[in-house]
């Protein structure tokens, strides 16, 4: 029998960006919150020796022991899931801070196209326009709806930037002013320019400044040190959840959190969930955690496999389309770039910060004409400058051996002399990409894994081959020698790394039958159960998600807050 | 070792760039790294290194196959009019190295039955670990000199070199037991690694790897080079962060 541990207001599973958020702004409010966190403590002191690439680029360091739980994964449901045994695709944080700590800090905020993109392509392009297996829908909240929201976290991580001429309304300016810009970031702005494009610098969380946040957190500069993403900041100029959110819900008295606390099951009574269970993975006891209220906020994977072992709402069937927890997996088209190659120039590549870059989004969204076009949405197309680190960034022209004489030759030629355009690719849901529960693998306390059921679909293809002929135009215009670019996207391969942008599964929207959370992330079934971040995606834009997962936190403190005081479904 | 002496490099020390760059909020030195840093040690000269380096010793591979690993990664990165090649740089101690902890023994990977051969876009399905898929395709590379060349790897010219492991990277040797393009592949990079990764892991032997393709290593900052053309820079290791 689990120990059972006298109840609290509310319990988080998880404490990375959103249960840093929530438990920061439920706290301030006298709420007692436990927060249960799988992993270790982390803290800025760790990262002394952070500058070291094969430590946490190459052994990920700072990711998930895959050894005691994975996902497994299939193109399609012919196929047998097999478990993703060592990393390639995306990378699962762990620890206190999540995968906050690792991130690189671009922190955008989606469209106003993106929240209603269903009725938006209908009203420009006709039902047709949308293919009969795609799952497309609106989220059940308005870009000017979550505005407020995008604004408060980019208040309090800081974010560095200036504002896109093709996005959404602002309603206050980014809190500090954008990083510096390299000389290739200088060619990308003029070649840019010259298209009649409009690049802007990337909204950054490596902060250009020292800055005070408003719950009077202050962080000093970035340093461009180039060891930013795989890494956590030796600085804490990278706002993460360990040097932002956590300590103000610390401060406050009000909130414990429990590292290698590992929950393995929800617990629920009627249309009510009581509390959580969880394992002490020091001691291996049983202990659980009663709670008016329940947050989900680790992971988009463990967010579903939780529910779906704790037997909480109802599981997406593809065969039906009924059900909803599950539903709508979606992740990135991130392959669409163009690689160039400049013969009698070098860099200093080797410099760079995890949010340094420039971009534009003439072809993200629906900012571009898609009525001649065999795919909807688009993707942001950037020149970043993120530290080129050296067992990881040998590019050769096309055509190199990969070993050998010549490839050292060209490697070395051109350690210093690459400029990469890339485009991050939205990627739509369709009906039959889902998570389920895998049949046959399992965890280290016996629980089965996650499963993936995923492929690229002939819009990805398109999309990437558009993306990528775009990005090839700047990287000629910048004056590159010799230039690689994509020329088919394949299929999805989890061998290689593309982002650790994975969205959907307990996805947001009005209607219950074709959602699980309302616009506060509260489930529609379950009224003190509330799942947070990226999994709320009803599908993934041409962006990264982080900025969009911090306001969608800021978004369900306050119905949380609503439901402590009125109960009831707030959305 | 004279040559390292010589070339000592203007250490910017976690300490000397606090106290150099002021770096600071509001006055006073920002928590983390930097505060924590401060206390460690006293200014000392830089010890010299002494002349034996402890390191250069075998914690897995049999002498004989370290010897293959050796002659194989100085084909794939070969020493050349830009510098050393991967046996100078003591690639083969790196990769011995590594097989002996937890990437030797893929102790933080998903090894759990049951095993399947996937498609390849779901990844390794198999249950041996590296240093097992290492003693068998040494063997193997040796056998597969042998029923060509009719002599051991070590023992060929380099061109015959390139060809046997341009057999293991096309899988156009049998063997059973694992892929040669997989060993191959696995090959490739960690001789990269060996290469490119801190001279703490035993490879990179004197930063050669990074000064070969002016990589700084591991700096503090570069807030001052960052708006800048192209600079080279000495490079740092990790242990010029240890105080000394």
């Given amino acids: 029998m689990a120990r059972k541990l006298p109840k609290v207001d509310v319990v988080l599973v998880g404490v990375g960006w959103t249960g840093g958020i929530i438990a920061a702004e439920l706290t301030k409010k006298g709420l007692k919150v436990v927060g249960l966190e799988r992993g270790k403590e982390r803290k800025t002191e760790d990262y002394y020796m952070v500058h070291d690439e094969l430590r946490y680029a ?16 299939r193109g399609n449901e012919n196929i047998r899931a097999l478990p993703m045994r060592q990393y390639g695709s995306f990378l699962l944080g762990d620890g206190l801070g999540g995968s906050g700590v690792h991130w690189n800090g671009q922190t955008y905020r989606f469209l106003p196209y993106d929240f209603e993109i269903h009725s938006k392509t209908i009203e420009k392009y006709g039902k047709n326009k949308i293919p009969a297996e795609m799952s497309l829908q609106d989220w059940g909240i308005t870009y000017d709806e979550l505005e407020p929201y995008y604004d408060q976290f980019e208040k309090t991580a800081g974010i560095s930037g200036e504002e ?11 809190p500090t002013p954008p990083m510096k810009m390299s000389p290739p970031m200088k ?29 009077g957190i202050q962080r000093s500069a970035c340093q461009y040190c180039g060891y930013c993403e795989r890494f956590g900041c030796e600085y804490g100029a990278k706002a993460d959840p360990v040097v932002t959110v ?6 406050s008295g009000n909130f414990e959190i429990r590292t290698h606390s590992n929950v393995r099951r929800i617990l629920k009574q009627g249309n009510k969930v009581t509390g959580v269970m969880y394992v002490d993975t020091t001691t291996g006891e049983e202990i659980e955690q009663p709670a008016d209220i329940v947050v989900m906020t680790s992971y988009v994977f463990n967010n579903i496999r939780l529910l779906l072992m704790s037997d909480v709402g109802r599981p997406y069937d593809p065969k039906t389309g009924k059900g909803v927890i599950g539903k709508n997996y979606a992740y990135q088209v991130m392959k669409g770039n163009a690689v160039g190659f400049f013969k009698d120039k070098e860099f200093n590549t080797f410099a760079g910060a995890g949010s340094l870059g420039i971009l534009f989004d003439d072809y993200n969204g629906d900012n571009f004409d898609h009525s001649k076009l065999n795919f909807i949405h688009g993707g942001g197309i950037s020149l970043t400058q993120t530290g080129y680190r050296p067992i990881q960034n040998n590019p050769v022209p096309k055509g190199t051996p990969m070993w050998g004489k010549e490839f050292k030759k060209q490697s070395l030629k051109y350690a210093n002399s690459v400029l990469t355009v890339a485009a991050q690719g939205s990627s739509m849901p369709f009906k039959h990409h889902f998570l389920d529960l895998d049949p046959t693998y399992k965890d280290a306390f016996g629980d089965p894994l996650i499963r993936i059921t995923f492929d690229f679909e002939e819009q990805d293809r398109q999309l990437a081959v558009f993306l990528a ?25 989890i061998t290689t790394y593309q982002s650790t942008h994975n969205t959907g599964g307990v996805i947001m929207g009005s209607d219950p039958s074709t959602s699980a959370v309302n616009n506060y992330l509260q489930m529609h079934d379950y009224d003190n159960l509330f799942v947070v971040g990226a999994s709320a995606f009803a599908h993934n834009s041409g962006y990264n998600p982080t900025g969009t997962v911090g306001a969608l936190a800021y978004r369900a403190a306050e119905g949380i807050l609503k439901y402590h005081d009125k109960g009831g479904q707030v959305g | 070792m004279t040559e390292e002496k010589k070339e000592k490099p203007d250490l910017l ?13 509001g006055g006073l030195a920002v928590g983390g790294v930097l505060g924590s840093i401060l206390p460690l040690g006293t200014a000392k000269k830089h010890k010299e290194e002494t ?16 010897r293959i690993v050796e002659a194989a990664t100085e084909r794939i990165y070969p020493k050349d009019e830009h510098g050393p090649g991967a046996k100078e740089l003591g690639v083969a101690f790196f990769i011995d190295h590594q097989l002996a902890g937890d990437w030797g023994f893929n102790s933080r990977e998903y090894m759990q039955a049951p095993f399947f051969k996937g498609e390849k876009v779901q990844g390794f399905q198999g249950r041996l670990k590296r240093r097992d898929i290492f003693d068998i395709a040494l063997r193997e590379l040796n056998n597969h000199s042998q029923s060509v060349y009719k002599k051991d790897f070590v023992d060929l010219k380099g061109d015959e070199k390139d060809s046997i492991l341009k057999d293991f990277e096309e899988d156009k040797v049998n063997i059973t037991t694992i892929s040669p393009s997989g060993f191959f592949n696995m090959l490739r990079s960690s001789t990269l690694e060996g ?12 930063m050669d790897g990074w000064k070969m393709r002016n990589y700084p290593g591991s700096q503090m900052a570069y807030a001052s080079v960052i708006e800048k053309d192209f600079k080279k820079i000495k490079p740092q290791s990790l242990q010029n962060h240890m105080g000394k």
């Fill in chain 1, 58 to 73: 190459l052994r990920y360091d700072l990711m998930q022991d895959l050894s005691k739980e994975t996902i497994t994964f």
């Fill in chain 1, 164 to 174: 896109n001429p093709l996005g959404g309304k602002r309603s206050d300016k980014y």
């Fill in chain 1, 187 to 215: 060619m990308f702005e003029k070649a840019a320019k010259k298209l009649n494009l409009h690049p802007y610098m990337m909204p950054s969380a490596n902060l250009s400044e020292s800055y005070k946040n408003p719950d």
């Fill in chain 1, 246 to 251: 956590i300590p103000v819900a610390l401060k």
């Fill in chain 1, 469 to 493: 002929n775009k990005c090839a135009d700047v990287v000629k215009e910048m004056g590159a020698d010799h230039i690689d670019s994509l020329k088919e996207l394949g299929p999805y391969d």
């Fill in chain 2, 13 to 25: 020390s976690r300490r000397k760039f606090i106290r150099n760059t002021g770096y600071t909020v």
């Fill in chain 2, 51 to 66: 002349a034996q380096n402890f390191n250069r010793a075998l914690m897995y591979f049999t002498p004989e196959q370290f």
């Fill in chain 2, 195 to 206: 290469v490119y990764s801190d001279p703490l892991y035993g490879g990179n032997k004197n």
